[in-house]
């Protein structure tokens, strides 16, 4: 546990699960992948990125993914986000153009999503690697129970989250979420195959700085610094 980066609110609450046979099974599965030569995504010190960004109490906002991007240079352990100088991924061109319309806000050209990390945003993917050039190729492994749990510590320790839930998987994943505690904003995933269908027009933006702004928290300020 002491050779595992992570946050000191992260590292007391999820302790525990790093000592199941799932994560033992996971973390052989990883080890196992890079001796065979895998290029896995993203960098080692760049897994828990979503955590080391957003320590458990400032957490407001939570965003769930599927998994990292599995294109070179891409993934930095923030679901949707890109590292800086890399070129904007579809889906988030279409959560920039929805921010535009909902509030306003030019489309940024970059797509590093660090500020909102910074905010509390936790940018947070149910499975937290891929290897290069295989989507989903870490699914099933492990990582599902562990963003799991996650979610569910947020659910029931936590009071007047946002869950920003985008398409069928990360639905699923939400079932848990109390509802009367936490404010919970549904639609299609804005990839370019779906957006069109629900997904534009949402003002999930909007509507969850207004439910922050209603129990007391500071809204999130949605622009991306060039």
């Known amino acids: 546990m002491d050779r595992i980066k992570l946050e000191d609110s992260w590292k007391r609450l999820l302790h525990p699960e790093f000592q199941q046979p799932y994560m033992t099974s996971l973390r052989n599965f990883l080890l196992a992948e890079k001796q065979n030569g895998k290029v896995i995504y993203p960098a080692g010190g760049e897994i828990f990125n979503a955590l080391n960004s957003t320590s458990f109490d400032k957490v407001k906002v939570v965003v769930l993914g599927q998994d990292p991007y599995h294109g070179p240079g891409q993934a930095h ?3 949707f986000s890109v590292k ?11 959560i920039y153009k929805e921010i535009a319309g909902d509030l306003g806000i030019a489309p940024a050209r970059s797509g590093c999503l660090q500020s909102w990390a910074e905010q509390g945003v936790l940018l947070l993917n149910a499975v ?14 492990g990582w599902e129970l562990f963003t ?33 505690r936490h404010l919970v904003l549904e639609s299609v995933h804005p990839s370019p195959l779906s957006a069109s269908r629900g997904f534009f027009g949402n ?19 949605w622009r991306i610094a060039e």
Do not use: M
Not at 84 to 94: A, M, R, Y
Not at 154 to 161: A, D, F, Q, V, Y
Not at 214 to 219: N, T, Y
């Open 148 to 180: 799991d749990r996650i979610v569910s510590l947020l659910n029931e320790k936590r009071e007047h989250l946002v869950f920003l839930l985008w398409g069928s998987y990360a639905q699923r994943k939400g079932e848990i979420i109390d509802r009367s």
């Open 84 to 94: 800086p100088g890399v070129d904007l991924p579809p889906s988030l061109k279409n």
């Open 203 to 221: 003002h999930h933006f909007s509507k969850a700085n207004h439910y922050l702004l209603e129990h007391g928290q500071s809204a999130i300020d």
């Open 128 to 141: 937290l690697t891929v290897e290069s050039g295989r989507a989903a190729s870490h699914q099933g492994k």
């Open 77 to 79: 352990g923030l679901c």
